[in-house]
């Protein structure tokens, strides 16, 4: 019998819906908004709205806007950050597919920035050769986004969302998925369904340094595993080179977008020396891999625990109004931009892999789903081109649910019962061993599987979490806290699993010692 995080074996009443979406995020509320009204559908999130990686998406959304644009171009752009390993279906379809998607937010009255005119603002990030990226609130896209689509999806009749819910497991049977397990408060509930939508975001949290919520550490790729989903790319870990230094608020850096670079901003040692210059042709603007690698090395040769963004080249007019969440956070902190350099250094930021899925987010459990981060569609490659990822959740997002309205499994039956039954499990661990276990995991994922790796580091990692696999396998787990530990340590073993199967260093996967 595979391993559930519950420990139950008796019948439970059920609540019936065509389809349950887990996560709300811009993922799963883009999804759930392009369902075929008729169908009743479950909107599942562990915490709220504004506690997602979509609500904190600073830069904004690629796609090509401008007569100076071309889908060929974005799809080479992609392409080349994803450094030869991104699907070319899969770029194709998130490129051509972006723009409709971008008009539909502007119908849904997302607010775009735009000029004088009317017309879009359009600026530029990391990886890309041209302008391509539009955005909301300067450098606020991902919460004007999630607001939006948030108050539409409250207002439709056969949305259902359960609010501080915890999906704690995928329920299967010989047809595929049939529905979800899930906590709320002390009550497990079974949400009945032959149609799963995984839309749980990445696994930032898995690391001591990330921009990722408290939440985020992998439940609905940990939850597909276990009821046999397909993990691809797990080893592709992207970090983001610009987080603000700041003493106290460890728990999730503060992250500095990508755009301030596309507007201008250097990356300068303590020395003031623009060290970006010469590493590659686009500098400052290079893909995040290559920037993250970069900024390490600098901080190691000149022993620094950081380095500084210099934004002097724009007026601190221009920045307040462009990025106005980061000045004052900047300026919460004593940081007075534009006169001060701001500290920056490296942290996790988002994963390339995830569960394996089409270009329909069919994975290879029948009725189950997955979009978004958690996904793996093969857009992203090696490393993720900026501003694609919210892309990928409304293009991704709406064919998953295009998908569902023309093939939709029906879920309903007369019994209003169904069997859950798992191995029972009689081992107590007290709460003291689980923080202990996720301060572990932390730092040896960070010491070992970050943005530069040794295969001998990475097979004492697997040692380390296989031995702590050991102490909890046999565990009764019956708290939130617990299941999420559980999953934390589920997805970095797969990470790192993933890691030492690649033996070639390739975009975010950087080997000091790889093999010749």
Same mark, same amino acid.
């Given at each position: ?13 059920? =609540? ?13 509320? =883009? ?9 009743q559908c479950a909107v599942v999130t562990k915490a709220n709205i504004d506690e997602s990686n979509s609500y904190l998406a600073q830069g904004g959304i690629a796609a090509v806007m401008s007569p100076e644009d071309t889908y060929i171009m974005h799809i ?16 194709? !379809? ?25 017309? +879009? ?45 915890? +999906? !704690? ?7 595929? !998925? ?12 079974? +949400?009945? *369904? ?29 939850? /597909? =595993? ?46 003031? #020396? ?10 400052? +603007?290079?893909?995040?891999?290559i920037v993250t690698r970069c900024v390490l090395a600098e901080m190691e040769r000149t022993g620094d625990q950081n380095v500084w963004l210099d934004v002097s080249s724009m007026t601190t007019e221009f920045f307040k109004e462009r990025f106005p969440t980061i000045?004052? #956070?900047?300026? *919460? ?35 189950? =789903?997955?979009?978004?981060? /958690? ?13 694609? *990822?919210?892309?990928?959740?409304? !293009? ?64 004492? /990692?697997?040692? #380390? ?52």
């Amino acid at each position: 019998m595979r391993r559930y995080l519950f420990s139950i074996n008796e019948e439970m009443s059920v =609540y019936d819906f065509d389809v349950v979406i887990i996560g709300s995020g811009i993922a799963g509320l =883009y999804s759930a908004l392009h369902l075929d009204s008729a169908l009743q559908c479950a909107v599942v999130t562990k915490a709220n709205i504004d506690e997602s990686n979509s609500y904190l998406a600073q830069g904004g959304i690629a796609a090509v806007m401008s007569p100076e644009d071309t889908y060929i171009m974005h799809i080479n752009d992609t392409i080349k950050a994803g450094a030869g390993l991104c699907d070319p279906e899969a770029v194709k !379809v998130l490129v051509e597919e972006g723009p409709e998607n971008i008009r539909t937010l502007i119908d849904m009255k997302v607010p775009f920035d735009v000029n004088a005119d009317g017309d +879009l603002q359009i600026t530029r990030e990391g990886g890309h050769r041209t302008r391509r990226i539009v955005h909301c609130g300067g450098d606020a896209t991902g919460r004007e986004t999630t607001i939006q689509l948030s108050k539409i999806a409250m207002q439709k009749d056969n949305l259902h969302f359960f609010f501080e819910t915890f +999906l !704690v497991d995928l329920l299967t049977d010989d047809n595929g !998925v049939c529905g979800v397990l899930v906590k709320v408060g002390d009550d497990f509930k079974v +949400l009945r *369904s032959r149609n799963v939508i995984i839309a749980t975001g990445g696994c930032g949290q898995i690391y001591q340094y990330t921009t990722s919520p408290l939440g985020s550490v992998g439940d609905g790729i940990a939850a /597909a =595993y276990r009821a046999g989903a397909v993990l691809q790319d797990m080893e592709m870990i992207q970090f983001h080179p610009t987080t603000l230094i700041s003493d106290g608020k460890a728990s999730r850096l503060f992250l500095i977008s990508e755009a301030v670079r596309g507007e201008g901003g250097i990356l300068r040692n303590s020395r003031g #020396e623009a060290f970006m210059q010469g590493k590659h042709e686009l500098a400052d +603007l290079a893909p995040r891999d290559i920037v993250t690698r970069c900024v390490l090395a600098e901080m190691e040769r000149t022993g620094d625990q950081n380095v500084w963004l210099d934004v002097s080249s724009m007026t601190t007019e221009f920045f307040k109004e462009r990025f106005p969440t980061i000045f004052n #956070e900047c300026e *919460s902190r004593g940081i007075h931009l534009t006169k001060d350099r701001i500290p920056v250094r490296p942290a996790q930021h988002y994963i390339m892999g995830g569960v394996k899925t089409d270009i329909d987010g069919r994975t290879n459990i029948k009725g189950l =789903y997955c979009v978004g981060e /958690a996904a793996r569609t093969g857009i992203h490659g090696a490393n993720r081109l900026a501003s694609n *990822s919210l892309l990928e959740c409304l !293009v991704f997002g709406r064919r998953c649910a295009r998908y569902i309205n023309g093939n939709i499994v029906p879920s309903y039956n007369e019994n209003k019962k169904i069997k859950v039954e798992s191995k029972i499990y009689h081992k107590k661990l007290d709460i003291g061993f689980y923080s202990a276990l996720e301060a572990k995991i932390k730092q040896i994922m960070t010491a070992y599987a970050g943005p530069i790796r040794s295969r001998e580091g990475l097979r004492t /990692a697997q040692a #380390e979490l296989d031995a702590l696999a050991e102490q909890i396998e046999d565990a009764h787990l019956s708290l939130p806290y617990e299941f999420k530990v559980y999953n934390m340590l589920q997805v970095s073993r797969k990470v790192v699993e993933a890691a030492i199967a690649r033996k070639k260093s390739v975009g975010a996967h950087y080997l000091t010692d790889e093999e010749q």
